[in-house]
């Protein structure tokens, strides 16, 4: 590939071009294994399952097509590397309690619990490996009532 090809293409045209080639665009599941490696992650050949919170796509394409397009493969191996590294970050910036509330595709919501200054560090654009990854967030403080109603929780009930 000449350098003025490379220009020309999108970073996902250049990444697909990277990891297929010039060969079929499809990935049937005998191949997966050697893409996930190419891709840099080998981990992600487990997550393709249908219970998985985003990889149910393609799992559910293996199954119908026996196939997954390159592009969705490539795609799809970029989000998840985008949350392994939001993961990462928010692990190492409030501990390793925090937990995933809710995912799906490419949104997620974490539970996690810190020092106002980690919380004012994301607030103010945090420093995520790859801040433009991320298009949007949201930083939330608990609510008196969630307070109150985890309090209560907690508390034994009277005879």
């Known amino acids: 590939m000449s350098i003025f090809s490379r220009q020309t293409l999108t970073p996902m045209e250049y990444l697909v071009q990277h990891i297929f080639g010039e060969q079929d665009q499809r990935l049937g599941h005998e191949h997966l294994d050697e893409k996930c490696h190419a891709f840099g992650h080998p981990e992600y050949l487990n997550r393709v399952s249908a219970s998985h919170p985003t990889a149910y796509t393609l799992a559910a394409a293996l199954s119908r097509d026996g196939f997954i397009k390159a592009e969705s493969s490539c795609s799809w191996c970029v989000e998840e590397t985008r949350f392994d590294?939001?993961?990462?970050?928010?692990?190492s910036a409030f501990g390793p309690d925090g937990v995933v509330m809710?995912?799906?595709?490419?949104?997620?919501?974490?539970?996690?619990?810190?020092?106002?200054?980690?919380?004012?560090?994301?607030?103010l654009g945090?420093?995520?490996?790859?801040?433009?990854?991320h298009s949007e967030y949201s930083v939330s403080q608990m609510t008196l009532e969630q307070i109150f109603n985890s309090f209560a929780s907690q508390q034994e009930e009277e005879p």
Not at 85 to 91: G, T
């Open 85 to 91: 590294a939001l993961k990462a970050y928010l692990e």
């Open 126 to 133: 945090g420093k995520c490996q790859d801040p433009d990854a």
């Open 102 to 123: 809710e995912r799906q595709n490419d949104f997620c919501r974490f539970k996690v619990r810190g020092p106002p200054t980690a919380v004012q560090d994301v607030r």
